[in-house]
Structures are given as C-alpha cells and as structure tokens.
C-alpha cells in the first residue's frame, strides 16, 4: 500500500557484503485502528520510530535490549537501546534462506532452510560468526530451545530433538527424539512438558514429551497455524 508509510528497500543479495541502508525514519502517525471488540474503548499504537526494512524478515527475538532478526539473506542485528533512534550494529549472511531463530547462551540457532541449523556466536552482538552448521537435514522452518533441548521443525521430516549440548559441541548430532508429521511441519511451541506444533496435514497437534523419547499426541485441532504462542494456558 503506497499510503501505508512503510518503506520497503531492495532485498538484500544472498551472501552480499553489501551493507543495506541504516537510515530510520520518524514516526508516521497513527494507522491503528479502534477495538472491534469493545467499542467503548480505542487503543491507539503510536510508533516511535521506522528502520527502512532491507530484508525479507521471517522471524525475530528481543532480548535484552537487542533485536536478532533473520531473513532470507541472514541475521541482522539491531541495537534498541534507544527505542526512537534503532540501530543495526551487526549482521552475517547464512547459506540459506533463514526462516526463523532461537537465542540461547550467547548464541543464535538459526533455522537456515535446506542449509540446515546454523549456531552464531553473538556474545559480540557487533561481530557475530559462525561457530558450526548442523546438516544432514531436509528444510528447517523453525527452532525452539526449551529444557536444554533443541526443538527443531524439518517441513519434511517432522520434528526433530537434539540435546543443546550435542548439538553445540557433537561432531555429529542425530535427534534423540523424532515425530513425523502427515503434512509439512510449520512452526513449534514447547511448553514444560507440553509441545504444540502446526502440521499442513494433520492440523494443530498437542504432543505429550512426559518421555522425551516417546511423544504421545494428547490434543489435536484442525486449524492451521502458520505461527503461534502459548501464554499461560492459551
């Protein structure tokens, strides 16, 4: 929408050393829109500030005052320190085509495609790099770390669990724990003992990781959710 006042650079080369733009932009007025819910009440979002996007972004964690975002072309760091004034402080391209990410102990797990598992050591947020790639794998769409496990979505294979430390440190990782889905596996959610994960097939599926070599389906919803959360119950 050319009203909108997003502005949408080029994206950026696959493994170009290009630096994209870092300009941001101001505040360009309110496009919230009032409560469908309870008319009485308007919530009004007020954007502080705008960074011209340069990529095509598929996921992103704030942490600590940083934002680790990946996009086809990598992962790009942004420092949000001072809310109105966002700056990129640092960025490494993937081989692939990054579709989602995890933070955990000073490194990034980036779910890279058909390139597998990429780990970035980003204790250096200004000059994150590759510590090792995770292969062997069909496409990686997502990845959770939860319960020093690596909870990983292969959209042909299913789910697959590693443990954290064997997938750091192993010179050859295999997933302690799998479960195939009828469909493409899309996106996961763990809590505590609880998986929730979106299947194209079979819809959205409650798992049971009581054993977590033995997954049991305790639930399942036909919907199909491309991303979710899971907050206190809902």
Known sequence: DGNSGVV?????????SVAAPDAITP???NRSQPSQKRSNISYKLEPMSQVHLSSNYQDVVILEKLAYAVSDWGLEIFDLTTPSMPRRIGEIATPGNAQGLAVDGGVAYIADGAAGVQLIDIRQPESPHLIRTVG???YIHRIQIANGYAYVVDTKRGLLIFKLDEM???????????FPTSGDAISVWVDGDTVYLSDEGAGFQI???GR???PAIAGKVEILGFDFNVVDGY
Not at 168 to 178: G, L
């Open 8 to 16: 949408v650079g080029p994206p950026r080369s696959i493994g170009s």
């Open 27 to 29: 505040a360009v007025g």
């Open 136 to 138: 062997n794998l069909k």
């Open 168 to 178: 750091r440190d192993s010179p050859n990782p295999q997933p302690i724990s799998t």
């Open 207 to 209: 798992l049971d990781f």
């Open 212 to 214: 977590i070599d033995i």
